[in-house]
Each structure stands twice: as C-alpha cells, then as structure tokens.
C-alpha cells in the first residue's frame, strides 16, 4: 500500500514536472495548425452523445467519413437540409480539411440552389428564386468559414471566387478573392490573370485591373492568352492609355 | 547478465502474445476495417482518398491502442494463474527485469501490428490511386496539355509525406498506452478491472488538456472543482498530443520539431510508468 501511495505521488511530481513541456508542445502543435479543433457544445449538439464521446476519444476524422458518406446517402435522396446538417457537422469535426469546406459549398450552391429553381412543388417562381439565392448564401457561406479556418490556402479563396463570379455575378468580389488567391503559396498561374479579368468588369477598378495584366503581359511572353491581351486592349480604351504605352500584340 | 534475461523475456512474451487468439482477431478485423475501405461507394476521388485515409488512419489508431490494453492487461494475471511468474522469480530474475521482459514483448508485437497494417493501408491507397491514375490517363487521352496536372492532383490526393509520422505517432501512443496498463496491473486484482481502469483514463487523458489550462489559467472557480481539474491534470497522460493523424490526413504539415517532441514525450511517458511499475511490483505479495 505504501508504495502505491509512493507512485501516486511520483506521478503527481511527473505531473508538475511535465507540465511546461506539455504547454510549450501544446502550443506548437496548435502554431502548426494541429489541435485547432473546439472540441465543445456546439458540437455536442452536431454529432451527438456518441459522435462526440468518439470525437473526444481521438476519432474526429472516421466520425467526419461516416457523414460524409451519410451526407452522400441524404443528397441521392436529396435531402438538402438534412445534407447542411451533416456537412455543418463534418466540417466542425475537421475544420482543416478543405475538401469538405469545397465540396460542401459546391452542394449547396451549385446543386441544392439548382433543385430549389426546379421545385416543382413550390408554385411561386419568385420563392423558387429565393430560395435558389438561400443556397447561394449557404453555400458562400461554408467558403467563408473554410477561409476563416485555412487562411493560408489559395484553394478556398479559388473556390469563393468562382462562386461570387458564377452564382452572384459579383465582379469585385470574384476579382478580390481571386487576387488574394493568386498570392497565396502554391496558387496557379492562372489565378492571376483570372482577378485582372473580374477587376475589368468591377467598376472603379479598371486601373487596378489594367496594372496586374500589363504585369503578367510584360513577364510573361510566353503566357499572353489571347483573353489576357484582349482585356488589355480593350481596358487601354476605356482608360484611355497613350498609345505609346499600349501593347502592340495581335492576339497569339 | 540482465539484458540476456530480458531479452529471453521479451521473446517469450512475443510469442506468447502472437499464438494468442485476441492478436489474430484484432488483427483480422483491423485488416478488414482498412481494406474495406477500398470498397467504398465511389465519390470524387478526392473525397474517396480522403475517406481511405480517414477511416485507415483510424483503424489503425483504435485497435492499436485496443490490442496494448487488452494484451498488457492479461500479462500478471495470466503467469499468476498459471505459475509461470512463480517458477520465474524463484531464479535470480530482479522483479524489474521481468516487467520490462515484458514491456518490451508487447512494444515489439504493437511494431509488428503497426508495420502490418501500415502495410495494408500503403497496399489498399497504392492499388486505388494507380487505378485513378489509369482512368485519368483514359480520360484525358486527347488532351495531353492536361494531362500532367491531372496526374498530379491524384498524386497529391494520395501519399503525402506527413503520413509516416502520423503513423509513428499512432504507435507510440500505443507504447504510451502499454506501459500504463501494465503499471495499473501491478496493482489491480484482476485483467477485468485492468482493462477498464486503462478505457477510463483513455478517455479522462483525451481531457486532459482541457482540465489543464481550466486549471492554470485560474478562473474563478469553486476549490473543489479547482482540485478535480488539477487532479486530473497532474496524474494522466495529455493523450490529445497524439491525436494529430486527424489534422494530418487533413493535410496540415507536421514540423519536425514538434514531431520529435511528441515522440519523444511518449517514450518519457513509457519510461516514467515502467519505473512506478516497478516499484509497485517490487512491493506486491505474490
């Protein structure tokens, strides 16, 4: 008995001694962006007794499979609530994870606001076009909280733009996020010349729009999409550019 | 002297652990657990990778930790039961020498374990991504342009490099895991109260943190409570600093530092609960 009660103190000694250790890896874990998830009531509420028991035991990442697949089953039924539900869920158990963010967003915008138009059993066009914008919004919505949790990634600032481009016709917007896209690490080249394009036709930001796509046309020879020329000469009318310091190429 | 006598131990308790049925139908349903996965209802493949990596890494992650608690909690009462441990300290073999005989048996088993089912998992990713790989180069047959990356977003859906110390992570979670098990056994009274003992501070250690920084940061909090946190805090294990295979099949990099320091606190853990084992032990009635 002695000894047990010497070991349990050992141990709480170990305790005190392992603490700053702990704290010091705890935070440098959390600087690399591991351990970022809060493990707390809201996602209670998502997952469930269980689910949550699972994600507390370290099973954060097959609970987020199973939804997900549970989520695939609900949209062959399209169930596009129940769907939101699950993808909140998988997306609060792992928050790093960008494809679920994308996909989620790409279902909920693209999809579910693509069956809301189609509603045959909502009479009312003007609610069938509501309700379309509502996904629209869930789906901007999941980029915008993706982006929160990764912002160091180009791929969901890449996603939002599109999105703000096809779905909102929003210029600026798709401009802004394919910009903030283009200077992230590992983005494509493309993402560059793709904010000049949506700067174009952003009022007010013609200039801006015009300055990056004369820098990707005088550093990149090679690259000059005839898209890319093309918006230049047509932005050197509009602001009316000196023809000396216009661009003489015919589209390659 | 000693190290002969563990080694023996160790190799004993080895082969021991290995004709044991409870290794084979872990090992078979771990198996089964990853290389079902390959069945999978087709997604993106994408999402199917993400899927085999998640469901993979935590199989791998369960039944590793299920197969160090339910051997190591079998070691005393089994050679207590069938004299083994009698016949064995009548010799001149320390107490400690014993214990550590057997620590090192089931580490070496839980090697065995990981490297299997490392194995299959590389096998079961392997064979789907060549798979994409072959339906990619189909589909993109007239345009070559697109071709190259194509290939290279299914190669980046699959292997990355942070896989292997997510795995190493996982295994010496489950070293971690042994070693207090058999630290509990040198006290408990049987392999029942072992085993749920070790569940309960499974889970109470995955809390840990929280009841830490609850702890520390000194909030204004009832002495009780005050006194649970800081309980909780000092004798378990943060068992959340080995989670890190979740955020790592979401494809946040691990710096070498912090995985060194992981690492190493795990075998600090071991070493630690290997030493109050023996001195438990060193004192048990036989």
Not at chain 1, 26 to 43: F, I, P, V
Not at chain 1, 198 to 204: I, R, S, T
Request: proline residues 4%.
């Amino acid at each position: 008995m002695i000894r047990q009660v010497i070991a349990i103190a050992l141990l709480a000694v170990f305790g005190f001694l392992k603490m700053p250790a702990e704290r010091s890896l705890d935070a440098a874990q959390r600087q690399s962006g591991l351990r970022g998830t809060a493990l707390n009531l809201d996602l209670r509420e998502k997952v469930g007794q269980l689910g949550f028991l699972a994600a507390l035991s370290g099973f954060r990442s097959p609970l987020a499979a199973f939804l997900w697949i549970e989520a695939q089953n609900a949209w062959e039924q399209t169930e596009w609530g129940r769907m939101a539900a699950l993808f909140d869920a998988v997306t609060t158990l792992q928050p790093r994870s960008l494809l679920y963010w994308d996909m989620a967003a790409w279902h909920m915008a693209w999809n579910a606001s693509t069956a809301a138009l189609q509603d045959t059993s909502q009479p009312s066009e003007a609610l069938r076009i509501r309700n379309q914008r509502q996904y629209f919004r869930l789906g901007r919505d999941y980029l915008e909280r993706g982006i929160k949790n990764n912002p160091e990634s180009f791929f969901l600032y890449r996603s939002l733009a599109v999105l703000l481009r096809d779905k909102f016709e929003d210029h600026c917007g798709a401009g802004e996020a394919f910009l903030k896209a283009s200077q992230l690490p590992g983005a494509p080249a493309y993402l560059g010349r793709f904010a000049g394009y949506e700067l174009a036709k952003c009022p007010g930001r013609e200039r801006a729009a015009y300055e990056l796509l004369k820098a990707l046309y005088d550093a990149e020879p090679g690259g000059r999409k005839p898209t890319l020329v093309t918006t230049l000469k047509e932005l050197e009318k509009r602001l009316d550019v000196p023809s000396w310091q216009r661009i003489n190429s015919k589209v390659e | 002297m000693m190290s002969v006598q563990v080694a023996v131990i160790a190799r004993n308790t080895f082969t021991e652990l290995v004709r044991q049925k409870i290794f084979y139908i872990i090992l078979v349903f771990a198996l089964c657990a990853i290389g079902s996965s390959v069945f999978m209802a087709r997604l993106t493949f994408q999402e199917e990778f993400q899927m085999l990596k998640d469901v993979c890494l935590g199989a791998m992650s369960v039944f590793t930790s299920l197969l160090a608690i339910l051997a190591t909690a079998n070691f005393l009462p089994k050679d207590l039961e069938e004299r083994t441990l009698y016949n064995l300290l009548s010799k001149p073999v320390p107490r400690f020498v014993y214990l550590l005989g057997k620590l090192l048996g089931i580490i070496v088993l839980l090697a065995l374990f990981t490297l299997l089912m490392s194995a299959v998992f590389g096998l079961v990713l392997g064979l789907r991504e060549q798979s994409v790989l072959a339906q990619t180069r189909a589909e993109f047959h007239d345009a070559p342009e697109e071709l190259m990356p194509a290939l290279a977003a299914v190669k980046a859906a699959t292997f990355n490099a942070n896989l292997l110390p997510g795995i190493l992570i996982i295994y010496v979670k489950s070293v971690l895991l042994a070693a207090l098990t058999l630290f509990i056994s040198t006290f408990a009274t049987s392999s029942l109260f072992t085993v749920m003992i070790a569940a309960a501070v499974y889970f109470i250690g995955h809390l840990q943190s929280t009841a830490r920084e609850y702890w520390l940061q000194g909030v204004d909090i009832k002495w009780w409570t005050r006194l649970i946190v800081a309980f909780v805090a000092l004798l378990f294990p943060d068992l959340q600093s080995f989670n890190l295979t979740d955020d790592v099949i979401a494809g946040a990099p691990i710096p070498l530092s912090t995985f060194l320091e992981t690492f190493a606190l795990g075998w600090v853990y071991t070493a630690v609960y290997f030493a109050l084992s023996a001195l438990v032990f060193a004192g048990r009635e036989l």
